[in-house]
């Protein structure tokens, strides 16, 4: 009985014979108690809502009754009974647009436009909530049938996004600015509404240069980036930058994939690479590489990988991407939960997804890890998995695209960020999910002992010793 009193106590509000106050003293048995009250026996009380659409039609009917009534319920009564119910339906329509009311709170809360959705995703533990969401049932839960389509590369993921062959994809965070600026693709509004991931990538060098820890030594090094734009390369870069190198001129940054680093590593194509996990790890277990330092321990809580997709998408199809969206935030917070890191190892392990042994990504997703050099580490928050997209790391993306020359001009760092990181969205599925977004969308950051200030980007791009600005 108690589970139907939501549902009963949404009485028509346009019938005399309905009393919508169901007030502390009520003891009808919609209120779960044994009162025969005529006024309780509503034609609405004799056929139940069938439907959450029928619901949330009837809950704003009722919001919009009672507003015009002053919550007056003899009066709203009174005046059912000296018009009608579809008189007095129709009188209020005309003056309040409300089916416009319903369709705004249908097509927010509604079911998904198209339930048959494919989702792209690089086989990296960053796309651990997009991979996971697909086993463990997320999607199913809102109402979606997700095909996660495991790609090869960013430009791959990119340009299926941009062919609409996928609904929408697992993206590196600078990826959205990029394709919204047109920097090395078409200009397309896309929209990234959630992180995936912060922290969660390493840089990692060949065994046989262990003796060669001070970046400063180098030199003349090849080194594998997974896309350019990544936060892998402008970390990379940022990196041994302050350690006096120019990236461009000391040492060479190539494109290679993430399931190729290994390979790559132990054909001396490479001397080392910055990589998302878990082919950090995957190097020290086949012996070939160990890890220098986590980037968490260049900037800790940087952003990684994010779901992304077009402006289009979102817009077109706004009850799909709301589902999505709240599976993947749902998925993320679970995943931020460090008992749950070891069923996802499980999880994601497959050959359809990551391809990986399972011991290898728990040793990322737990944090103890092996490092190549003979300690066994503990560091939980290797990985993380938080999804506020902050506009002030839309910002600092955004400096290093002009700071390394991938931008030029005039740039509108905050126009851009809150074009692309939706934080409202985010915020909204957060508290949904009875999750605390934060309160505001822009913080200082400091990295390798440096202050980013948001408010004075162009500033912060101009200050390096080492740049192309």
């Given at each position: 009985?108690?589970?139907?009193?939501?549902?009963?106590?949404?009485?028509?509000?346009?019938?005399?014979?309905?009393?919508?106050?169901?007030?502390?003293?009520?003891?009808?048995?919609?209120?779960?108690g044994?009162?025969?009250?005529?006024?309780?026996?509503?034609?609405?009380?004799?056929?139940?809502?069938?439907?959450?659409?029928?619901?949330?039609?009837?809950?704003?009917?009722?919001?919009v009754?009672?507003?015009?009534?002053?919550?007056?319920?003899?009066?709203?009564?009174?005046?059912?009974?000296?018009?009608?119910?579809?008189?007095?339906s129709?009188?209020?329509?005309?003056?309040?647009?409300?089916?416009?009311?319903?369709?705004?709170?249908?097509?927010?809360?509604?079911?998904?436009?198209?339930?048959?959705?494919?989702?792209g995703?690089?086989?990296?533990?960053?796309?651990?909530?997009?991979?996971?969401?697909?086993?463990?049932?997320?999607?199913?839960?809102?109402?979606?049938?997700?095909?996660?389509?495991?790609?090869?590369?960013?430009?791959?993921?990119?340009?299926?996004?941009?062919?609409?062959?996928?609904?929408?994809?697992?993206?590196?965070?600078?990826?959205?600015?990029?394709?919204?600026?047109?920097?090395?693709s078409?200009?397309?509004?896309?929209?990234m509404?959630?992180?995936?991931?912060?922290?969660?990538?390493?840089?990692?060098?060949?065994?046989?240069?262990?003796?060669?820890?001070?970046?400063?030594?180098?030199?003349?090094?090849?080194?594998?980036?997974?896309?350019?734009?990544?936060?892998?390369?402008?970390?990379?870069?940022?990196?041994?930058?302050?350690?006096?190198?120019?990236?461009?001129?000391?040492?060479?940054?190539?494109?290679?994939?993430?399931?190729?680093?290994?390979?790559?590593?132990?054909?001396?194509?490479?001397?080392?690479?910055?990589?998302?996990?878990?082919?950090?790890?995957?190097?020290?277990?086949?012996?070939?590489?160990?890890?220098h330092?986590?980037?968490?321990?260049?900037?800790?809580?940087?952003?990684?990988?994010?779901?992304?997709?077009?402006?289009?998408?979102?817009?077109?199809?706004p009850?799909?991407?709301?589902?999505?969206?709240?599976?993947?935030?749902?998925?993320?917070?679970?995943?931020?939960?460090?008992?749950?890191?070891?069923?996802?190892?499980?999880?994601?392990?497959?050959t359809?997804?990551?391809?990986?042994?399972?011991?290898?990504?728990?040793?990322?997703?737990t944090?103890?890890?092996?490092?190549?050099?003979?300690?066994?580490?503990?560091?939980?928050?290797?990985?993380d998995f938080?999804?506020?997209?902050?506009?002030?790391?839309?910002?600092?993306?955004?400096?290093?695209?002009?700071?390394?020359?991938?931008?030029?001009?005039?740039?509108?760092?905050?126009?851009?960020?809150?074009?692309?990181?939706?934080?409202?969205?985010?915020?909204?599925i957060?508290?949904?999910?009875?999750?605390?977004?934060?309160?505001?969308?822009y913080?200082?950051?400091?990295?390798?002992?440096?202050?980013?200030?948001?408010?004075?980007?162009?500033?912060?791009?101009?200050?390096?010793?080492?740049?192309?600005?």
């Open positions: 009985m108690a589970s139907k009193r939501p549902i009963s106590s949404l009485g028509d509000p346009f019938s005399a014979d309905s009393d919508l106050r169901h007030g502390a003293g009520c003891g009808c048995t919609a209120c779960g044994d009162g025969d009250h005529a006024h309780h026996a509503a034609p609405a009380d004799a056929n139940p809502l069938a439907s959450s659409e029928d619901i949330l039609e009837r809950a704003v009917e009722s919001a009754v009672r507003s015009v009534f002053g919550h007056n319920e003899l009066s709203r009564r009174s005046f059912a009974a000296l018009l009608g119910g579809t008189t007095l129709a009188a209020l329509s005309a003056v309040f647009p409300m089916d416009k009311a319903k369709a705004a709170i249908l097509d927010t809360l509604g079911k998904p436009e198209k339930a048959k959705l494919n989702v995703f690089v086989p990296i533990t960053c796309a651990t909530p997009i991979i996971m969401a697909k086993p463990l049932g997320f999607y199913e839960k809102y109402g979606l049938d997700v095909d996660v389509i495991k790609t090869a590369g960013w430009a791959v993921a990119r340009d299926k996004s941009l062919n609409k062959e996928y609904d929408a994809s697992h993206m590196l965070t600078p990826m959205p600015l990029a394709i919204t600026m047109g920097a090395g078409t200009a397309t509004p896309f929209i509404p959630a992180v995936e991931n912060i922290n969660g990538q390493a840089i990692v060098l060949h065994v046989d240069h262990k003796d060669k820890q001070d970046p400063k030594q180098w030199k003349g090094f090849k080194f594998g980036v997974p896309f350019e734009y990544s936060m892998h390369n402008f970390l990379l870069r940022y990196y041994v930058a302050e350690h006096g190198l120019d990236p461009d001129k000391d040492i060479q940054i190539r494109v290679v994939p993430p399931p190729e680093m290994v390979a790559n590593l132990r054909a001396g194509n490479l001397d080392g690479y910055l990589s998302p996990d878990p082919f950090n790890q995957r190097a020290v277990w086949e012996k070939v590489g160990f890890i330092i986590l980037t968490k321990d260049i900037w800790e809580g940087h952003p990684c990988c994010a779901f992304a997709c077009s402006a289009e998408f979102a817009e077109t199809l009850n799909t991407y709301g589902a999505l969206l709240k599976a993947l935030v749902d998925g993320t917070q679970y995943a931020s939960k460090q008992e749950n890191r070891k069923e996802i190892s499980a999880a994601i392990a497959p359809n997804y990551l391809n990986q042994p399972v011991p290898v990504i728990e040793q990322v997703l944090g103890r890890y092996a490092d190549g050099l003979g300690n066994i580490k503990d560091v939980p928050d290797r990985i938080d999804p506020f997209p902050w506009h002030s790391m839309g910002v600092w993306i955004l400096t290093q695209m002009k700071r390394w020359g991938y931008i030029e001009g005039d740039v509108d760092y905050k126009g851009v960020a809150e074009q692309v990181y939706l934080t409202a969205d985010c915020a909204k957060m508290t949904d999910l009875g999750l605390t977004p934060p309160d505001k969308t913080e200082n950051y400091t990295i390798m002992g440096k202050t980013f200030d948001p408010n004075e980007p162009e500033a912060y791009a101009k200050s390096f010793a080492i740049t192309r600005v």
